[in-house]
T-cell receptor, first 111, second 114 residues
Framework: QKEVEQDPGPLSVPEGAIVSLNCTYSNSAFQYFMWYRQYSRKGPELLMYTYSSGNKEDGRFTAQVDKSSKYISLFIRDSQPSDSATYLCAMKAGGSEKLVFGKGTKLTVNP | DAGVIQSPRHEVTEMGQEVTLRCKPISGHNSLFWYRQTMMRGLELLIYFNNNVPIDDSGMPEDRFSAKMPNASFSTLKIQPSEPRDSAVYFC????????????FGDGTRLSIL
């Protein structure tokens, strides 16, 4: 079993839809959880950063962490064509700088 | 603010040649990371440095790969000799250190070994 599992998609939605992206993980030592957005031929860009369980909201984006289920989610409200990108979840243990990434989910928002 | 700068952006070379990838981290950041991204394996950490010292190189695939950080503003990843299976996008990232600091990525070097 991989440490971090993420459905690669692709996921295609109409503009304005609510998008749900998810990752599961197996390492209970993970405490920091991130979502990165990666546009084609660019580097990953940090979108959301959460510590431990709970929700975090930033504009149209909401990150959720459920440590009991080892499950994290990213919700995008009122999705826009500019949200079309690959979304990578990433996580690390509390005593480490090493990030472990999911493989990414490719999202297309159609106008 | 200048982000992480990588060069070259693209590299095409023949099998057996030496390849050197370069990275300039964000000024003031003291942790630097080298990653490799492929369709099959996703984004994988190869090695990371803290205060110019290699901390963990367990992700380096084999002895053909080496990385150095001679000073706080420059790092190299070298592959010698290169092989077709090394073809990938190589990313450099930096952070200001500490367990809760995020990593900021450059735009990568797209490497093709023929």
């Amino acid at each position: 079993q991989k440490e971090v599992e993420q459905d690669p998609g692709p996921l295609s939605v109409p503009e304005g839809a609510i998008v749900s992206l998810n990752c599961t993980y197996s390492n209970s030592a993970f405490q920091y959880f991130m979502w990165y957005r990666q546009y084609s031929r660019k580097g990953p860009e940090l979108l959301m950063y959460t510590y431990s369980s709970g929700n975090k909201e930033d504009g149209r984006f909401t990150a959720q962490v459920d440590k009991s289920s080892k499950y994290i989610s990213l919700f995008i409200r009122d999705s826009q064509p500019s949200d079309s990108a690959t979304y990578l979840c990433a996580m690390k243990a509390g005593g480490s700088e090493k990030l472990v990434f999911g493989k990414g989910t490719k999202l297309t928002v159609n106008p | 603010d200048a982000g992480v700068i990588q060069s070259p952006r693209h590299e095409v070379t023949e099998m057996g040649q030496e390849v050197t990838l370069r990275c300039k981290p964000i000024s003031g950041h003291n942790s630097l990371f080298w990653y490799r991204q492929t369709m099959m394996r996703g984004l994988e950490l190869l090695i990371y440095f803290n205060n110019n010292v290699p901390i963990d190189d367990s992700g380096m695939p084999e002895d053909r790969f080496s990385a150095k950080m001679p000073n706080a503003s420059f790092s190299t990843l070298k592959i010698q000799p290169s092989e077709p299976r090394d073809s990938a996008v190589y990313f450099c990232a930096s952070s200001s250190g500490g367990k809760d600091q995020p990593q900021h990525f450059g735009d990568g070097t797209r490497l093709s070994i023929l």
